[in-house]
């Protein structure tokens, strides 16, 4: 059987980029950015606050990191999953509070239409609230309609806006995957920010036919479940890593920004959460560091486009 030459037909192979969003380039030969409060690693700590459905749905486009693994119903991983709403942020909201630091909580907006006091919670306590779809079923690919996208998004926006009193300005995809229309109809639908492209240690822009969109990179091999779930690594290891990735970049000549990535029913067990405690106190202690909200980040970039969030 011969291959179809269709198959080679790609019209965006050429040298550079295969795409049109951003020309690639250098973070060290970038202007330096400056980050609120003049801090040169700015800590960004994202909190995944997911509801699984307990039955995956089966038109989904893909079956989301963390979903039922066993013949359904799964009540073992639907009840684990469960446990970072009940007890796993709670801890997690807890140890930043010690420290004083502002999060971001990227927040399915089942959570809010199931369980509204704990988006309550998170808000009147300063934290930003980042749109992470409607459920973890919720899911983007370029094999979703662009209709059934948009009514995703606009779905999610608008439940989070009832809940918290004010409309999301950023946006973080499941399993941070997009389509082909994802930049563009997030910026059609208002908002300033995304965290879905990890390449990078500063923010950057996108350019759409909609308009700009800021990128804030969340580095996925530093998250607590690449770390701790699939490469198997302990709690101890991932301290580990994390404050060797921040005396890195604070080696580094220009102010940059650390990820911290992190799964309230992974890293909120009670054998796991001490270790998160201690990091927060290490890096809080650091003269270079501030904990800031990805929209704070972003707004470094994009300061119109993107107030500060506060209480």
Same mark, same amino acid.
């Given at each position: 059987?011969?291959?179809?030459?269709?198959?080679?037909?790609?019209?965006?192979?050429?040298?550079?980029?295969?795409?049109?969003?951003?020309?690639?380039?250098?973070?060290?030969?970038?202007?330096?950015?400056?980050?609120?409060?003049?801090?040169?690693?700015?800590?960004?700590?994202?909190?995944?606050?997911?509801?699984?459905?307990?039955?995956?749905?089966?038109?989904?486009?893909?079956?989301?990191?963390?979903?039922?693994?066993?013949?359904?119903?799964?009540?073992?991983?639907?009840?684990?999953?469960?446990?970072?709403?009940?007890?796993?942020?709670?801890?997690?909201?807890?140890?930043?509070?010690?420290?004083?630091?502002?999060?971001?909580?990227?927040?399915?907006?089942?959570?809010?239409?199931?369980?509204?006091?704990?988006?309550?919670?998170?808000?009147?306590?300063?934290?930003?609230?980042?749109?992470?779809?409607?459920?973890?079923?919720?899911?983007?690919?370029?094999?979703?309609?662009?209709?059934?996208?948009?009514?995703?998004? +606009?779905?999610?926006?608008?439940? $989070?806006?009832?809940?918290? #009193?004010?409309?999301? *300005?950023?946006?973080?995809?499941? %399993?941070? =995957?997009?389509?082909?229309?994802?930049?563009?109809?997030?910026?059609?639908?208002?908002?300033?920010?995304?965290?879905?492209?990890?390449?990078?240690?500063?923010?950057?822009?996108?350019?759409?036919?909609?308009?700009?969109?800021?990128?804030?990179?969340?580095?996925?091999?530093?998250?607590?479940?690449?770390?701790?779930?699939?490469?198997?690594?302990?709690?101890?290891?991932?301290?580990?890593?994390?404050?060797?990735?921040?005396?890195?970049?604070?080696?580094?000549?220009?102010?940059?920004?650390?990820?911290?990535?992190? +799964?309230?029913?992974?890293?909120? $067990?009670?054998?796991?959460? #001490?270790?998160?405690? *201690?990091?927060?106190?290490?890096? %809080?202690? =650091?003269?270079?560091?501030?904990?800031?909200?990805?929209?704070?980040?972003?707004?470094?970039?994009?300061?119109?486009?993107?107030?500060?969030?506060?209480?």
């Amino acid at each position: 059987m011969t291959l179809d030459p269709a198959c080679m037909a790609y019209p965006m192979r050429r040298r550079g980029m295969d795409h049109d969003l951003y020309a690639w380039s250098n973070i060290h030969t970038r202007p330096a950015l400056a980050w609120p409060g003049g801090c040169r690693i700015a800590v960004a700590i994202m909190i995944s606050l997911e509801w699984f459905p307990i039955l995956p749905a089966a038109d989904a486009a893909f079956k989301a990191p963390g979903h039922m693994q066993t013949a359904y119903p799964d009540f073992r991983h639907y009840t684990s999953r469960e446990y970072g709403t009940r007890i796993g942020l709670y801890r997690m909201l807890d140890a930043c509070a010690q420290v004083g630091a502002r999060v971001s909580v990227a927040t399915n907006a089942a959570i809010a239409q199931r369980y509204p006091s704990i988006i309550t919670d998170i808000v009147s306590a300063g934290h930003e609230i980042v749109a992470h779809s409607t459920e973890m079923d919720g899911t983007i690919d370029s094999s979703l309609p662009e209709a059934r996208e948009c009514a995703l998004i +606009t779905q999610s926006l608008d439940i $989070l806006e009832v809940a918290t #009193g004010q409309r999301p *300005r950023g946006w973080m995809s499941i %399993a941070r =995957s997009q389509s082909f229309n994802t930049p563009r109809l997030l910026k059609q639908a208002g908002l300033a920010y995304m965290c879905d492209w990890p390449n990078d240690d500063l923010p950057y822009r996108f350019e759409t036919p909609a308009g700009p969109i800021t990128n804030v990179p969340l580095n996925h091999e530093l998250s607590d479940r690449q770390i701790i779930t699939v490469q198997q690594h302990s709690a101890d290891s991932y301290v580990q890593q994390i404050q060797d990735a921040h005396a890195w970049l604070a080696s580094e000549a220009a102010p940059r920004m650390l990820p911290l990535h992190v +799964t309230p029913y992974i890293l909120g $067990l009670p054998y796991r959460i #001490g270790a998160f405690e *201690r990091l927060l106190r290490w890096l %809080a202690q =650091s003269e270079a560091t501030d904990f800031l909200t990805t929209g704070e980040i972003a707004s470094a970039l994009s300061p119109s486009l993107v107030p500060e969030h506060r209480p």
